[in-house]
């Protein structure tokens, strides 16, 4: 089971710690580098905006970071609470290069943010949202943190609808990722927490409607890969 709370946060910034080395490389596998077109599709809500910096939260090794700088060249402050995922992120850069001039990394809770009032024009949190304890105090934070105007995009797991692919999805998620994944970063406990996070986590309209009423206008959410994730934008 889960644990919530403050319990969850420990476990949580536990976990990433324990698997922060082999992270990008087992990401990658086990989505068969599916996750690289997710965050490029991500990115792409930010071509709008040709100037200011991006907030990446819960950005972890920082995959999403760098492919903003790729894409659309911003400035980007990377937010985790886990320091070890962030410096695993950091040591794969060269000196000089355009990761390590353009991305800020930030040790903070996302649930509590370091950073001042209407700072940013954009912001994203690509599989982060899942693993607050409370969601919506995090949701709060971004809006707190956004320009009025700009937009907010979130990239989360969901739950495939499709009634051939989804127990296919299933047997994937509960069975063969907690295997392959448990034993090349030998923490069987991260990968059983993945399966069960998503399979606890809110229909994309639940999600939807708590950033409504969090304050964020337009929203919208799309599936992406038969539903695997969804996308969702919103603005301040
Ligand atoms: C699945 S990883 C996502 C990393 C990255 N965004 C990506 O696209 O792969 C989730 C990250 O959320 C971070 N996280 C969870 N709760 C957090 C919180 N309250 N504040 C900041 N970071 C948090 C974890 O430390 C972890 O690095």
């Not at 063969?176 to 399979?199: C, H, N, V, W």
Request: glycine fraction near 8%; aromatic fraction near 12%; proline fraction near 5%.
């Amino acid at each position: 089971m889960i644990p919530t709370g403050k319990e969850k946060k420990r476990f949580v910034r536990d976990k990433f710690a324990s698997v922060s080395r082999r992270y990008d490389f087992l990401n990658g596998l086990l989505s068969f580098y599916i996750d690289h077109y997710w965050r490029w599709v991500t990115t792409r809500e930010f071509d709008e905006f040709k100037q200011g910096p991006i907030l990446d939260l819960c950005a972890g090794t920082m995959p999403l970071s760098a492919e903003i700088v790729r894409q659309i060249e911003r400035p980007v402050v990377a937010v985790d609470f886990c320091y070890e995922m962030l410096r695993h992120g950091e040591l794969q850069w060269k000196n000089g290069s355009k990761k390590a001039k353009y991305i800020v990394p930030i040790c903070g809770d996302g649930e509590c943010l370091p950073l001042h009032d209407l700072k940013f024009q954009g912001i994203t949190i690509a599989f982060g949202i899942r693993n607050l304890s409370r969601p919506e105090q995090g949701l709060r934070e971004m809006l707190r943190v956004l320009k009025t105007g700009g937009k907010l995009a979130i990239l989360e797991f969901s739950r495939p609808k499709n009634r051939f692919f989804s127990p296919i999805y299933k047997f994937y998620l509960h069975k063969l990722l907690p295997f392959m994944a448990g034993t090349i970063s030998r923490d069987k406990e991260a990968y059983r927490y993945l399966a069960d996070s998503i399979q606890g986590f809110y229909e994309p309209e639940i999600l939807a409607a708590m950033m409504k009423d969090v304050g964020f206008r337009e929203v919208r959410h799309r599936p992406l890969t038969m539903g695997i994730v969804t996308l969702y934008t919103g603005r301040n």
